[in-house]
């Protein structure tokens, strides 16, 4: 009888409430295998270690260092080694370090996007074809792994699921028929996801519903998410099909209107307050509540987590995420982490927890303004805002992964400094004070979403994505020759190879 075993470890540089071993190795499991014909698969102890016992001495290999979920698994490669252990003799420990390779994306808009590669290309006001889509991406966002669009795709006033009618390239709108204006429209948009997945590089619909009364957004979307009669299947299929139709790699959501439920100023609360009560009690009252605006935000709250989770089992067959823009739910003062506890009505019903045990639905905190407003808050006389933003940043991090959030459930979305030429309050950060943020989420093995906004020339913000990928993810593999990357949701671009076949990217 010859016995083998495997010692998982987590990398050094981890901190301790972002460890593997601080979840027990919970979903973690390791493949070994001997010739092309005998594989196994072993899951680890609460320490991290595999053990078996076999009959017959000759060596293993050990294939893969893994995470499953939900039947999806995400793959690690081993650090300071090649992609495999070659050999595994018996009787000698192997021990396996796991990968902390992150997601890298950015938010940006259809018309902002298109504005930059045309200037690129000296062809303002025109279309730029896949190929120019392609080289700008290939120059200058190197190491991204998604591009996030936003305000693409909605719900009109019949049930449907379309492309918003203000999306718009170059001053030509969607609107709410076919025509000239939306085919101009429409062919930025194929270019561009061609262009996309010519490098491998994913490319998400935006799904907003934001306070514009030019917009369908307070009247028909209100009324139908806070209904409990509303079809949350029917309007996943729905945002499926639509999906399907463009080859989008998913769907942002990012839900931010009022009435969903009352904010902090509203009366409601007000008089909720009155009574010595707060917000957190306000939330844990909500599921029996018999206050109409309680059974509202409720069936919000239950709405969205079926549509998020039912939306994301339809996607997950073709490698697609779901992923929606929320809150820390961290309270600046204490450090606190409560989760769904919100100043405002639609961040309360979009918890972090909806993420919780998804193979690809990620929570992407909108660390800029999620009420810390300016900049973040100054620890003394002396400080910047830059300084209280950092030091927020860290108290998030740390505040989620201790109450037991997944690092492979999240993103920190950060603002760029670009965006105050647009007249964005709230933190805004430089090139260079991301890259260091970058340092700080790689300690937390947390994914990164830039919010860019300029439409200039593709100089210094543009272009830094090399640079954050290197620090997000130093000494990783290059990953278009890793499988299984990035840490947060699938990626359909990276395939499970043979245990012959070294080469992942296809």
Not at 80 to 102: K, L, M
Not at 165 to 171: C, H, Q
Not at 232 to 247: E, G, K
């Amino acid at each position: 009888m010859a016995d083998f075993e495997v010692q998982l470890s987590d990398p050094s540089f981890i901190e301790p409430s972002a460890k593997e071993a601080a979840f027990g190795w919970k979903n973690n499991e390791i493949v070994v295998s001997r010739g092309a014909q005998e594989s196994r698969v072993l899951k680890p102890d609460a320490n991290g270690v595999c053990k078996w016992s076999s009959d017959n001495a000759e060596p293993w290999r050990l294939t893969d260092v893994r995470r499953q979920v939900q039947n999806v698994s995400s793959a690690w490669r081993l650090l300071d080694q090649a992609a495999f252990t070659p050999r595994v003799e018996a009787g000698t420990p192997v021990q396996a370090v796991v990968s902390a390779r992150t997601r890298l994306s950015q938010w940006t808009g259809l018309a902002n996007f298109s504005k930059r590669v045309a200037l690129a290309h000296k062809i303002d006001g025109q279309v730029p074809s896949a190929q120019q889509y392609e080289s700008f991406m290939n120059k200058f966002c190197a190491g991204l792994d998604d591009l996030s669009l936003i305000a693409t795709i909605g719900r009109r006033a019949d049930g449907s699921v379309d492309l918003s009618p203000e999306l718009a390239v170059f001053g030509h709108q969607v609107g709410k028929q076919a025509g000239t204006e939306r085919r101009f429209v429409e062919r930025a948009l194929r270019n561009l996801i061609e262009a996309c997945h010519a490098l491998g590089i994913q490319i998400t619909a935006g799904y907003e519903v934001r306070d514009d009364e030019k917009k369908q957004t307070q009247g028909d979307f209100v009324s139908f998410i806070t209904s409990p009669d509303s079809d949350m299947t029917d309007h996943a299929n729905r945002i499926r099909d639509v999906l399907d139709t463009w080859d989008f790699d998913g769907v942002g959501f990012d839900i931010e209107v009022n009435g969903i439920g009352p904010s902090e100023k509203s009366d409601t609360m007000k008089n909720w307050f009155k009574q010595g009560k707060t917000i957190k009690d306000w939330v844990t009252a909500r599921p029996t509540s018999s206050d109409p605006a309680a059974k509202k935000e409720q069936a919000a709250a239950d709405n969205l987590q079926n549509l998020y989770r039912t939306l994301g089992q339809l996607l997950l067959p073709k490698k697609r995420f779901v992923s929606y823009a929320t809150a820390a739910f961290v309270d600046a003062k204490s450090g606190k982490f409560e989760d769904g506890v919100y100043i405002f009505g639609h961040t309360r019903v979009q918890p972090l927890r909806l993420a919780a045990g998804q193979a690809n639905v990620i929570a992407r905190i909108m660390a800029y303004d999620e009420g810390v407003q300016a900049g973040g808050y100054k620890t003394s006389k002396t400080a910047t805002a830059q300084d209280g933003l950092t030091k927020r940043h860290l108290q998030i991090l740390q505040s989620i992964t201790a109450a037991g959030i997944h690092p492979s459930t999240v993103q920190l979305g950060i603002k760029m400094e670009s965006l105050k030429d647009l007249g964005m309050k709230s933190g805004h950060m430089t090139v260079a004070q991301a890259v260091g943020r970058c340092a700080q989420l790689r300690r937390f093995r947390t994914g990164l979403i830039t919010f860019s906004g300029s439409v200039g020339l593709p100089a210094d913000e543009v272009a830094a994505f090399t640079r954050y990928d290197k620090v997000l993810n130093e000494s990783e593999f290059d990953r278009r020759h890793f499988r299984g990357v990035p840490f947060q949701a699938p990626h359909r671009w990276f395939f499970q190879a043979a245990p012959d076949n070294p080469t992942y990217w296809t």
